[in-house]
């Protein structure tokens, strides 16, 4: 079968995908997260500095430093936040992050395997919730969407998994003997590779 190269002219124009924002309160979080740390960092420099007999002036230069660089990292941190959100579509789901670099990772319900909720001490203050996405490919493939409201959360899980539980039973069998047939397909290919190879040897 010949592979005809489609023009780009000729494509149907993507539809635009409307993006639902992630909790104001999350950027609370990460900053509240950030001044824990910060702390630590700080703490743990005057400490040095104590124990090292280091000028004062420098101490407090790079004290300094790092302070001026906490506020840059939120600042940028804060102006990428607007760009993150979140869209539940009919057959996937799309999360957009990034502010200089704008990604967005689409992941399809026929790939997902399963989906939970996580909530920490901050989330549990703020009433928010983590939903992490787990799909067949795995790694890099998985997905994790923070800062969603708990109900909002809730409910995109449940819709997740129902769509989840359809595209199973409309697969029934047929999915398993197509996976199978896949299965003995690729072993089928690697036994001709191997004889081949032996063949040329």
Do not use: C
């Amino acid at each position: 079968m010949e592979n005809v190269q489609v023009a780009l002219s000729t494509m149907l124009q993507a539809r635009e995908v409307s993006f639902e924002p992630i909790s104001p309160r999350y950027f609370t979080i990460i900053a509240i997260r950030w001044f824990i740390f910060l702390l630590a960092v700080l703490g743990g420099w005057t400490l040095i500095a104590g124990l090292n007999d280091i000028p004062l002036a420098t101490g407090l230069l790079i004290g300094g430093g790092l302070l001026v660089a906490a506020g840059i990292w939120l600042a940028v941190m804060k102006l990428s936040f607007k760009y993150r959100g979140i869209a539940v579509r009919e057959y996937d789901v799309v999360f957009r992050t990034g502010f200089i670099n704008i990604t967005e990772t689409l992941v399809p319900y026929n790939r997902v395997q399963h989906v939970k909720l996580i909530r920490g001490v901050f989330e549990k203050m703020f009433g928010l919730s983590a939903l992490y996405i787990y799909t067949a490919a795995g790694g890099n493939h998985n997905l994790s969407i923070a800062g969603l409201k708990a109900a909002d959360a809730e409910k995109i899980k449940s819709y997740i998994m129902d769509k989840v539980r359809i595209g199973e039973e409309v697969a029934g069998p047929a999915g398993d003997i197509q996976a199978a047939e896949a299965s003995a397909e690729d072993q089928d290919n690697e036994h001709n590779r191997e004889e081949d190879s032996h063949g040329n040897q």
